[in-house]
Structures are given as structure tokens and as C-alpha cells.
């Protein structure tokens, strides 16, 4: 079956460490965005990419680095300049481009990364 | 700042009855619009998407889209138990030089009572 796949589900991170948190898709979407959600909070975007070995900085991308060298792949990595990092880390990826035309197919998500500073 | 605004809840209601869930957007020229429904420590899942004024039904669910009024809802008939969730809406933005994402609300938590 195609779909989205976040891994680990749980990581736990020393003060100072950075961490890279895998997301992997057979899907064949064109298009890949990593998302930070805290308890009670919406959706908010760090990064995202349209094509592979392209992305942008969404709107918390702050201490976070991307890289996109596959298709499948699109992994996250925490740097320690991220202060606050504890969060519900969601990757989601779209048949759409969104490049020149709207997003019309939705996206679909992983299931997600909870990371923990301890 | 292109917003997406839902009310954050709890929406509580009885079983079988029926749920309406409401989001409000900025973007005059978004054309495509989303609710996802999420569980508490789950990823949110697609469940509807509207591109045309009017409503859009799909078992239980109803979307409804008003463009001149930029509202979106979500009504949910005979509602049960397992529809208590988050749900989220999504909409369509430009972010700019042709590029187009998604701006998610915030969410509205519903509980169903049995």
C-alpha cells in the first residue's frame, strides 16, 4: 500500500543534540512539507519542498534544516539552535506541485514524530 | 497573513444528532478547500474537499462552501461517539510568485455524547 512514513515515533533529545527525523513516501508526490504541532496549536509549516533537490523555508523553518535529494525522501533535522523543540513533528506530502496551480488534491499525512528534550 | 479561522471548541453534542462545524478564511481567491479530521495523538485524515459553492455530501458528512461570504462548514449527521475528534480546516493560498499551499485553522475539538 503507497503512503507516508515518519520514523522513529518517539525520540527523546539531550539539551544541545541535533536530531534528524526520517519521512518516506511511495507515493510518487512531487511535493513534501514538514509540520510542528504543539498541544492545543494549528498546524504551523517549517519547511517544505515543490521538486527534488528544491525547498523553502515556511514559517517556523528557525533551527530546523531539510534536505531533498529523492523524490521519497524528505528528513528534518533539529538542530540545537531550536530552544523549544518538544512538538508533534507531521510530514505530509501532495500530488500537487502547487507550483502555478491551486492544491486540489489535499494532502496526506504521516503519522507522525513526537519528540521530547529530557 | 493569510488566515484560516475555526472556532477551538469543544463543540458538544448527543448522539445522532447533528454536528456543524464552521471556518472562516481571508484569501478572497482561494479555490480549494479541505477538512481533516484528527484524533487525539493521530495524524489528521483527509475527509472532504469543496471547490464550488454549494454542498458536497459524502455519507454522513456535508461540506458547505460560501465564496462571497469566504465561510467553509462541515456538518456531520447522526453523529456518534467515534466522531469525536479535532477537525480541521484547510484552504488553499497563494504564498506568493505562483507557489500554493495550504493554511490550516486551528482546529475545532467536537465531543459527541453518547
Known amino acids: 500500500d503507497g503512503g507516508i512514513t515518519q520514523s522513529p515515533k518517539y525520540l527523546f533529545r539531550k539539551e544541545g543534540q541535533n536530531v534528524t527525523l526520517s519521512c518516506e513516501q511511495n507515493?510518487?508526490?512531487?511535493?513534501m512539507y514538514w509540520y510542528r504541532q504543539d498541544p492545543g496549536q494549528g498546524l504551523r509549516l517549517i519547511y517544505y519542498s515543490q521538486i527534488v533537490n528544491d525547498f523553502q523555508k515556511g514559517d517556523i523553518a528557525e533551527g530546523y534544516s531539510v534536505s531533498r535529494e529523492k523524490k521519497e525522501s524528505f528528513p528534518l533535522t533539529v538542530t540545537s539552535a531550536q530552544k523549544n523543540p518538544t512538538a508533534f513533528y507531521l510530514c505530509a506530502s501532495s500530488r500537487d506541485r502547487g507550483l502555478g496551480s491551486s492544491v486540489r488534491y489535499g494532502y496526506t499525512f504521516g503519522s507522525g514524530t513526537r519528540l521530547t528534550v529530557v | 497573513q493569510k488566515e484560516v479561522e475555526q472556532n477551538s471548541g469543544p463543540l458538544s453534542v448527543p448522539e445522532g444528532a447533528i454536528a456543524s462545524l464552521n471556518c472562516t478564511y481571508s484569501?478572497?481567491?482561494?479555490?480549494?478547500f479541505f477538512w481533516y479530521r484528527q484524533y487525539s495523538g493521530k495524524s489528521p485524515e483527509l475527509i472532504m474537499s469543496i471547490y464550488s459553492n454549494g454542498d458536497k455530501e459524502d455519507g454522513r458528512f456535508t461540506a458547505q462552501l460560501n465564496k462571497a461570504s469566504q465561510y467553509v462548514s462541515l456538518l456531520i449527521r447522526d453523529s456518534q461517539p467515534s466522531d469525536s475528534a479535532t477537525y480541521l480546516c484547510a484552504v488553499n493560498v497563494d504564498s506568493g510568485a505562483g507557489s500554493y499551499q495550504l493554511t490550516f485553522g486551528k482546529g475545532t475539538k467536537l465531543s459527541v455524547i453518547p
Open positions: 507515493l510518487n508526490h512531487d511535493a
Open positions: 484569501d478572497r481567491v482561494s479555490q480549494s
